[in-house]
């Protein structure tokens, strides 16, 4: 009986870990805008210091957890895949994703960005071998429909598409987030270890493409704060959260499912600070990109 009470206690844990995750990343795309438009940040220095609050969020994630001296036990071949993925994630998904949110309103880059299972199961049928199905060919057009729709806000036969580049870089940031959780799922290490490498590595990419660039820009106050928000919210403690989650739950499905919530709640969060008006064609997009993914996943 003790069991089956902790065993429930544990699956409880795991929905409020989840709902806060959920309701963290729905609050992105208005920060995202909010420090890149309104506050005037360039996409670099948002990024240096983002990942700078990510990077000591899991430092002391390992220093609290008694997981330090982990970091002994590592090969060179470990250290050598961290630089790999730290450079997909965060220097090279962030940088793409921060721009496309510099060209397209919120409401459609973060729907585009949204699409990644479906890039994620593209991208592993040529990398791990894996088969696709008739079912998965359906669910695929059924979401690309639905990103078609959000391009054009609506205007499918005229394809008129205000940011063509935006667009581009919104999708091709599936790709690049697709490619890391490929190349993660080979890691054995403790993920807290894993997360705090690929910052690490992904925070020297950062670090030199902006001394390269020639200009740090100190932001304002309010554009550090921003910054702060985004890496403990998008980058940091919302990784660990979910994380836990997947940890605690009986199924990981039922789990997941919470995740299609996100950008419905993202269109509120946006309606609400950004005072943005949410297209028709936006709500009807994300249906069918919600859509397509629940029956890819089903």
């Not at 009986?1 to 870990?17: D, V």
């Not at 000591?56 to 997981?67: A, D, E, N, Y």
């Not at 950008?263 to 008006?277: A, D, G, H, N, T």
Request: proline fraction near 3%; charge should be positive.
């Amino acid at each position: 009986m003790l069991m089956i009470r902790t065993y429930m206690k544990n699956h409880n844990k795991a929905y409020i870990y989840a709902a806060f995750v959920v309701l963290f990343w729905a609050t992105i795309p208005s920060a995202f805008k909010i420090s890149l438009d309104r506050l005037k940040v360039d996409v670099l220095p948002l990024l240096f210091y983002a990942s700078f609050v990510s990077l000591v969020t899991f430092f002391f994630c390992l220093v609290f957890s008694q997981k330090l001296h982990l970091l002994k036990n590592l090969t060179k071949e470990n250290y050598l895949h961290s630089a790999m993925l730290g450079f997909l994630n965060p220097f090279l998904y962030y940088c793409v994703i921060f721009e496309s949110y510099t060209l397209l309103p919120a409401q459609q880059a973060q729907p585009l960005n949204f699409v990644w299972p479906i890039t994620l199961v593209l991208l592993s049928i040529p990398l791990l071998r894996q088969k696709i199905r008739a079912k998965d060919i359906l669910a695929i057009l059924i979401s690309f429909f639905g990103v078609f729709i959000i391009s054009t806000r609506g205007d499918i036969l005229g394809f008129g598409i205000d940011s063509p580049a935006g667009v581009s870089l919104a999708l091709g940031s599936t790709i690049i987030w697709s490619l890391f959780w490929i190349y993660n799922v080979r890691d054995k290490r403790d993920e807290i270890v894993g997360l705090f490498l690929n910052f690490a590595f992904g925070f020297i990419f950062i670090s030199i493409a902006l001394l390269l660039r020639g200009r740090i820009q100190m932001p304002s106050v309010k554009g550090l704060l921003g910054a702060a928000y985004i890496g403990l919210f998008e980058m940091g403690i919302t990784f660990l959260l979910w994380l836990k989650a997947l940890k605690l739950a009986k199924t990981t499905a039922h789990i997941t499912n919470l995740i299609y919530l996100t950008p419905f709640l993202s269109l509120i969060v946006v309606r609400i600070v950004l005072k943005e008006e949410i297209f028709a064609a936006t709500i009807i997009g994300v249906i069918f990109i919600v859509g397509g993914i629940i029956l890819q996943k089903l």
